[in-house]
Each structure stands twice: as structure tokens, then as C-alpha cells.
């Protein structure tokens, strides 16, 4: 963790407003606990969001607010995934659906707006299909708000750091482990990893795990910390440049904005399409797989 405290929750409100004073932008963390094979801690996608968001604004400048841990899974394309790579007997998941996802993501959003931040970067360690919803809902809603706002999903890292060319591994693969073993390392223990030939599935464990790499995760964190502080730059210079309107938006303009808004188009996100593939219909993740027209 930084020397200078950067954790909204943890500073006083003497050291909050100082650095509101200095540099008054947002960084909103979120992810979920889920199941990242039995050799990463479940709250993987929210923990590194926050490491990482926490360094950035260290080094650049910011506030950090406290991460989320409930993001979207069991419905849809989320079901089908967690039936191959969960499987029913450990479904650990602190999971919301999309809808309730949104309008959280976008009650964060207002109040941060509503206390005069200029520029928020929402940062979702958790992907998946809401990986195409969210810039799109962000831009839905930037002119609702005068507070300039951007997202990084997934692993974050602008390219891999392995020095081979088999890639990130996928979900819990070695890019992400390698990730957290950067940022929280007493929440990656390699030791646990299955042997080579037990079955599975590995509580959703991904691909070249045993070549994770605690240094290229470092690279990749910095390389992360570098974009983190040019778009935090560029997004404090577009408020400069833009003409805030200064009018919060109220709970019941953020329910109007949502009813005619982006209710009606929820039906087209990602995140809201169950998919052809539904899990078979003894699997615990059938349930919920259908996802309901919310429009
Ligand atoms: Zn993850």
C-alpha cells in the first residue's frame, strides 16, 4: 500500500478534502468474489481493481473509493460459463444481475458528480459480455453529469509482460495470478494448484498458471499505473474544457433518467442476452440463466 493514504474509507477528513483539493478526481473499483482457482483468494477482480486504482492515485493524484464486491454473473452467458468452469458443487459468487449491476454503477457515479469530483475512472476487474455494456452506459449517461468519466475492464493491463507468446491464460490464468501476485501477494499461494492430473473442474483455474510470474505482474501493474495517470490527466483537462452545469442530479432524476433511458435499452446489452447455450436443467446455474426482458 502507498505511504500517502489514497483509501477514501481509511482517510480523516482533513487529509480527504487536502487531496480533493489537489487533485479532485474519482477512482471507483469494482469486482466480485467468485471462484479464481483454488490458488487465487475469491475476491481477485475487486482486490487488484483497488491495488491497482490505489497506486495510480499514489502516484498520480486521487481519491479511491471503496470497491464494490457485487457484479454481474449467473445469468446468461455468465450461467453457461460458471455450469463448464464452476461447476455445482462450490458456486461461491457474491452475484447481481445486470440491471442491478447498472443502476448501482450509476448511483456511484452521481454521487461522486453531486460532491464535485471532475473525472471518475471506474475500473471493473470482472469481464465478461458487460465488457462492450459499460462504455456504452457511461456515455448514456456523460451528459447527465458534468463529471468526466472512463472504465477499464478486465485485466487492465495494456499488453502481456510474459516473454512467451502464450498469452494471459484466460480467466485465473497465469495473467491474473500474476496480477494479484503483484498487487496483494499474500493472496496468491501457487501451492495450492491441483496436481497435473486430478479432475476437474479447478474452481474455474485457468491456462499456464504454473508459469504465473510475480515480475510480469509487476510490468503490467505499472503499465497500468502509467494509463491510469494519463487518462486521469485527460479527463481533468475535458472538464477544465468543458461547461460544467453544476446541477446534481437528484435520486428521483437519476430513477426518471433510468425509466426513459436505459431501461428501454437494456435489452440490447450483452450483459442481458441469455444466449443459445442454456447449462442442462439439473445444473444449479439453469435457475437463473434465462435473463428477463427488464425493458
Ligand atoms: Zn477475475
Not at 80 to 97: E, K, M, N, Q
Not at 264 to 272: D, G, I, N, V
Request: hydrophobic share 40%; charged share 20%; aromatic share 10%.
Amino acid at each position: 500500500m502507498p505511504t500517502r493514504e489514497v483509501r477514501w474509507e481509511r482517510m480523516f477528513p482533513d487529509e480527504l478534502e487536502a487531496a480533493f483539493q489537489q487533485c479532485p478526481l474519482a477512482y471507483l473499483p469494482y469486482g466480485l468474489c467468485e471462484p479464481h482457482g483454488p490458488q487465487n483468494t475469491l475476491g481477485m477482480d475487486a482486490l487488484r481493481a483497488h491495488a491497482a486504482s490505489c497506486l495510480a492515485a499514489a502516484a498520480h493524484g486521487g481519491i479511491v473509493a471503496p470497491p464494490f464486491y457485487w457484479h454481474i454473473h449467473e445469468h446468461g452467458g455468465y450461467g453457461t460459463w460458471a455450469h463448464r468452469r464452476v461447476g455445482d458443487a462450490r458456486p461461491w459468487l457474491t452475484a447481481i444481475p445486470s440491471w442491478m449491476f447498472f443502476k448501482n454503477m450509476f448511483y456511484h457515479i452521481r454521487a461522486v458528480d453531486a460532491l464535485g469530483f471532475h473525472g471518475a475512472i471506474l475500473f471493473s476487474g470482472h469481464s465478461g459480455p458487460h465488457h462492450a455494456d459499460v462504455p456504452k452506459f457511461l456515455d448514456m449517461l456523460q451528459s447527465h453529469v458534468d463529471v468526466r468519466l472512463f472504465c477499464i475492464i478486465g485485466a487492465g493491463a495494456p499488453e502481456s509482460r510474459f516473454p512467451d507468446d502464450k498469452g494471459m491464460g484466460g480467466h485465473a490464468g497465469r495473467g491474473e495470478t500474476s496480477l494479484l501476485w503483484a498487487t496483494d501477494a499474500d493472496c496468491v499461494d501457487l501451492s495450492r494448484m491441483p496436481a497435473s492430473d486430478a479432475p476437474g473442474p479447478h474452481f474455474a483455474m485457468g491456462d499456464e498458471v504454473e508459469t504465473s510470474s510475480r515480475r510480469a505482474g509487476e510490468q503490467m501493474v505499472a503499465d497500468l499505473v502509467q494509463l491510469m495517470g494519463a487518462k486521469s490527466k485527460q479527463l481533468l483537462e475535458d472538464y477544465a474544457k468543458s461547461q460544467p452545469k453544476r446541477a446534481p442530479l437528484t435520486f428521483e432524476r437519476v430513477e426518471a433518467i433510468w425509466e426513459a433511458e436505459i431501461r428501454p435499452q437494456l435489452k440490447t446489452f450483452a450483459s442481458m442476452q441469455s444466449g443459445t447455450e442454456s447449462p442442462p436443467e439439473d445444473s444449479r446455474w439453469y435457475a437463473n440463466w434465462h435473463v428477463p426482458d427488464r425493458g
